[in-house]
């Protein structure tokens, strides 16, 4: 068994969570309950990266909102 570092898995579960955001199987305001489940299950590393994609998806967003403006 390959046991992952905290950085890859910090980095897995922010993909994972940037990729729901954007194709709409995640919402922003569910982020939340993600974070509070890794909290429950202490993931560490995946509040971590929920935190980071959340944070890339609202620029993302912020970014779009500048170009329609």
């Known amino acids: 068994m390959i046991k992952?570092?905290?950085q890859q898995a910090k980095e897995e579960?922010?993909?994972d969570?940037?990729?729901s955001l954007r194709d709409g199987a995640l919402l922003l305001?569910?982020?939340k309950f993600l974070i509070q489940y890794f909290k429950?299950?202490?993931?560490?590393e995946c509040i971590q990266g929920a935190m980071e994609a959340?944070?890339?998806y609202k620029q993302?967003?912020?970014g779009i909102?500048?170009?329609i403006s």
């Not at 429950?40 to 560490?44: A, I, K, S, V």
């Open 13 to 15: 579960c922010r993909e």
């Open 65 to 67: 909102g500048d170009r």
């Open 54 to 56: 959340y944070n890339e």
């Open 60 to 62: 993302e967003l912020d």
């Open 17 to 19: 969570v940037l990729l």
């Open 40 to 44: 429950d299950t202490e993931q560490y």
């Open 4 to 6: 992952m570092t905290y």
């Open 29 to 31: 305001d569910e982020v």
